[in-house]
């Protein structure tokens, strides 16, 4: 039986966790889950950060969940940039702070558009960290920086890999 891995969101002053999110919408409030349409990120401003883990449910038969990896795929709309603190190097771990959309130290990496080829998001503040029982992987916080030319609409897929050792 393999391992049960979810990907939650945390929200909000004293830190709400939303566990299996349907999706990474990001937008102009701090909301998981967020209908992107109804949340417009305002052309030359900055979207809410979000704050997302892997979280192991279940070892199954598992005996180690590591190698965690984030990425998006498809084009963002005009001169937008998403960043993040992932990293395949220099990795510094986050901690949970209410989100904002302003500029946040060390959440400054361009989002790779293409699977990194080593992990980029560690556990317990090491890239080669690892989990062997229930548990979180660190934060991955990220955030979408548009430009004042920008239009509204653009759509990408985030990608969240990970190994599992039997």
């Known amino acids: 039986m393999a391992a049960v891995v979810e990907i939650c969101e945390?929200?909000?002053?004293?830190?709400?966790?939303?566990?299996?999110?349907?999706?990474?919408?990001m937008g102009s409030v701090d909301a998981a889950e967020l209908v992107a349409v109804d949340n417009p990120i305002v052309a030359g401003d900055r979207s809410f950060a979000k704050y997302q883990r892997f979280h192991v449910t279940?070892?199954?038969?598992?005996?180690k969940i590591d190698n965690l990896k984030v990425w998006r795929t498809g084009a963002l709309g005009g001169a937008a940039t998403h960043v993040g603190n992932q990293r395949t190097s220099g990795y510094v771990q986050k901690t949970y702070?209410?989100?904002?959309?302003?500029?946040?130290?060390?959440?400054d990496q361009a989002m790779p558009t293409s699977e990194p080829a080593s992990q980029n998001l560690g556990i317990a503040g090491s890239l080669t960290g690892d989990l062997t029982a229930t548990g979180y992987s660190d934060y991955f916080?990220?955030?979408?920086?548009t430009n004042g030319a920008d239009t509204a609409g653009a759509s990408t897929t985030m990608n969240y890999q990970y190994d599992e050792t039997a």
């Open 10 to 25: 945390s929200n909000g002053a004293g830190e709400t966790i939303t566990h299996d999110i349907a999706n990474s919408n």
């Open 58 to 63: 279940s070892m199954g038969g598992s005996s």
């Open 97 to 107: 702070a209410t989100p904002v959309a302003t500029s946040i130290t060390n959440v």
């Open 141 to 145: 916080v990220h955030q979408i920086i």
